[in-house]
């Protein structure tokens, strides 16, 4: 019955900016925390950005410091990924997930997406 879906991917260039949506269709009180996540080609999948939703804490993959801010609204039940100055190396499929009890940064999420496609040229 739960269900997330993402949107907001694509194909754009080095650069340039894209944000990702994620609505659920739970109440905020379902869960602890969101994330998005994203996995590159031939490689594991990776927690990109994390928040709790009561309390807004976040927190970020190293390498996306500085570029991508998560966030989101608890009236619309959405989470957002705002990515800036995107980088070759960050195309990937990117998930939203979430999790009902702590810790945020567990490899334990419990609801996923379907994911969407983010591609980035040189």
């Known amino acids: 019955q739960v269900q997330l879906v993402e949107s907001g991917g694509g194909l754009v260039q080095a650069g340039d900016s894209l944000r990702l949506s994620c609505v659920a269709s739970?109440?905020?009180?379902?869960?602890?925390?969101m994330g998005w996540f994203r996995q590159l080609p031939g490689k594991e999948r990776e927690r990109v950005a994390a928040?709790?939703?009561?309390?807004?804490?976040?927190y970020y993959l190293d390498s996306v410091k500085g570029r991508f801010t998560i966030s989101r609204d608890s009236a619309k039940i959405t989470l957002y990924l705002q990515m800036n100055r995107l980088q070759p190396e960050d195309t990937a499929v990117y998930y939203c997930?979430?999790?009902?009890?702590?810790?945020?940064?567990?490899?334990?999420?419990?609801?996923w997406g379907q994911g969407t496609q983010v591609t980035v040229s040189s």
């Open positions: 997930a979430a999790v009902r009890r702590p810790p945020v940064l567990t490899d334990e999420y419990e609801y």
């Open positions: 739970r109440r905020t009180s379902d869960w602890y925390g």
């Open positions: 928040i709790t939703w009561i309390g807004g804490t976040t």
